[in-house]
């Protein structure tokens, strides 16, 4: 079953903006880390950025000071702010939550960044 829901890709043009959202099922109890990664055409899946439970936050070298991970516990979701877009972040973004429940996948969310 599907737990995990991304949204909020699409395309856009170099320099620009987007805000991806990742929504978990109530049914996972206690998620402690929530991740974005993102996979583009033939290279290899990435960790993108990471909160924990106490919001502590870690980033990949590549989108530091461009992207900031936040989460809303109320709302179960993640968000991923996305500025100052490169073609090179075009990729599918997926999101992971850990819990003691185990790991969760989405289905990833196409973001395209392109003149």
């Known amino acids: 079953q599907v737990q995990l829901v991304e949204s909020g890709g699409g395309l856009v043009q170099p320099g620009g903006s987007l805000r991806l959202s990742c929504t978990a099922s109530?049914?996972?109890?206690?998620?402690?880390?929530m991740t974005w990664y993102r996979q583009a055409p033939g290279k290899e899946r990435e960790l993108v950025a990471t909160i924990s439970s106490g919001d502590s936050t870690k980033y990949a070298d590549s989108v530091k000071g461009r992207f900031t991970i936040s989460r809303d516990n109320a709302k179960s979701t993640a968000y991923l702010q996305m500025n100052s877009l490169k073609p090179e972040d075009t990729a599918v973004y997926y999101c992971?939550?850990?819990?003691?429940?185990?790991?969760?996948w989405g289905q990833g969310t196409q973001v395209t960044v392109s003149s």
């Open positions: 109530r049914s996972i109890f206690s998620i402690y880390v």
């Open positions: 992971n939550a850990a819990s003691s429940m185990g790991h969760y």
